[in-house]
């Protein structure tokens, strides 16, 4: 059974950079057929998909947030990382990483249990 | 906002059927068979009930079902449990360079 983990720092302060990392376990990360997501969700708000990066290290981010956003994959240790400069309040949220293929490219079937990452002095 | 609209909330009775509707665009919901679903209790992650549309994955009840007319998609739960109350959640492929498009989520409250 496929398990993702999330890690990282739960605090972060305003214009600095938050940094995540999702461990995969039960399975491979250099898997082929795989996207491997992070996914967001502010307090009592809905879901916003950050990006996107296959096992070949190509990635896809959401346009409000390219600028900001790195994604990056390390096989080696069967995981994957989020970079998200210049934080904000706004980027208070619930971080998931998640994985999808099995059901199309574009929906996801395993996800993380999620890590609260606040923005705050 | 949103680029997925949902109601904020359905309710029903035990046993009864609940539908909820996910609008969205030709460049999304409308233009691509590629909409799921996905139900989330308080403190825990989304799990996927409908992908394709209307396609539920191995180990969901079959008393979840997804539909498709135009612009809006659509989930339904019928014979209505206790434990269907959640949030759920539509998301969609779209042509936009985004690619990946959620619903604001709907509150399901079982009365």
């Known amino acids: 059974q496929l398990q993702l983990q999330e890690s990282g720092s739960g605090l972060v302060k305003p214009s600095q950079t938050l940094s995540l990392t999702c461990a995969v376990s039960g399975g491979s990360i250099s898997s082929g057929g795989y996207s491997w997501s992070w996914i967001r969700q502010p307090p009592g708000k809905g879901l916003e998909w950050i990006g996107y990066i296959y096992r070949s290290g190509s990635t896809n981010y959401n346009p409000s947030l390219k600028s900001r956003v790195t994604l990056s994959v390390d096989r080696s240790k069967n995981q994957f990382s989020l970079r998200l400069t210049s934080v904000t309040a706004a980027d208070t949220a619930v971080y998931y990483c998640a994985r999808a293929g099995d059901y199309g490219d574009y929906t996801v079937d395993y996800w993380g249990q999620g890590t609260l990452v606040t923005v705050s002095s | 906002q949103s680029a997925l609209t949902q109601p904020a909330s359905v309710s029903g009775s035990p046993g009864q059927s609940i539908t909820i509707s996910c609008t969205g665009t030709?460049?999304?919901?409308?233009?691509?068979?590629?909409v799921s679903w996905y139900q989330q209790h308080p403190g825990k992650a989304p799990k996927l009930m409908i992908y394709d549309v209307s396609n539920r994955p191995s180990g969901v009840s079959n008393r979840f079902s997804g539909s498709k007319s135009g612009n809006t998609a659509s989930l339904t739960i019928s014979g209505l449990q206790a434990e269907d109350e959640a949030d759920y959640y539509c998301s969609s492929y779209t042509s936009s360079s985004t690619l990946v498009v959620f619903g604001g989520g709907t509150k399901v409250t079982v009365l």
């Open positions: 030709s460049s999304d919901v409308g233009g691509y068979n590629y």
